[in-house]
């Protein structure tokens, strides 16, 4: 598999619903950070995880991640409808000056 | 703030003809500008890092004569798409960094090239 590859690929979901995405990858990261992007537009960075942490939060955001296991988690509590996008993991890999994008997932919450 | 503008967002061109895009940060010096390609549904694929004053680094696979990258000041990168054909038709997004830094990057809204 590729690096930063999210699981699932896609997802739909109600609104009010949590949501819940993986990425795993398969070398050394500095850190990972997880970004949303709406149809045809930019991305809009989320919330970045040190590889010496385990969990963050942010608003209705929470991450996750396991180094051991080489995977992440992006969680979306109480989802909106305006939550449906795509989300990316990108990660910062030791020894490279580049981030490397997961496949993404593309999230649609049902109103 | 760290604002980065892409121009123009979204262009058609003919096959054969030459495109360029610009990058601009708009509140920040950027010493380091990154390309990426994203074709539908799939991820964003880096094609090349431009460090101000120097020649861009291509990843491997990207034409460096097809894909011409100019980083001419701290604030302006540029992509020229030369001799366009239909299967460069594609979403270019940029991102710059004001520390170099890879994790620090601020990304622009993407230019839609499509090419008839």
């Known amino acids: 598999s590729q690096q930063g590859e999210e699981d699932p690929q896609a997802l739909s979901i109600q609104e009010g619903e949590n949501a819940t995405m993986n990425c795993s990858y398969k070398?050394?990261?500095?850190?990972l950070q997880w970004y949303r992007q709406n149809s045809g537009r930019g991305l809009v960075h989320l919330i970045l995880?040190?590889?010496?942490?385990r969990e963050k939060h942010s608003g209705r955001l929470r991450v996750t991640l396991d180094t051991s296991k080489k995977s992440s988690s992006l969680l979306i509590t109480a989802s909106r409808a305006a939550d449906t996008a795509s989300y990316f993991c990108?990660?910062?890999?030791?020894?490279?000056?580049?981030?490397?994008f997961g496949k993404g997932m593309k999230l649609t919450v049902n109103p | 703030g760290a604002v980065v503008s892409q121009h123009p967002s979204w262009v058609i061109c003919k096959s054969g003809t030459s495109v360029k895009i610009e990058c601009r940060s708009l509140d920040f010096q950027a010493t380091t500008m990154f390309w990426y390609r994203q074709f539908p549904k799939q991820s964003l694929m880096l094609m090349a890092t431009?460090?101000?004053?120097?020649?861009?680094?291509?990843e491997q696979g990207v034409e460096k004569d097809k894909f011409l990258i100019n980083h001419a000041s701290l604030t302006l990168s540029t992509l020229t798409v030369t001799s366009a054909h239909p299967e460069d038709s594609s979403f270019y997004i940029c991102s710059a960094s004001s520390s170099g830094s890879a994790y620090e990057q601020y990304f622009g809204p993407g230019t839609r090239l499509t090419v008839t």
């Open positions: 070398t050394s990261i500095n850190n």
């Open positions: 431009s460090n101000e004053g120097s020649k861009a680094t291509y």
């Open positions: 990108a990660t910062d890999v030791v020894g490279s000056e580049k981030l490397v």
């Open positions: 995880i040190r590889s010496n942490e």
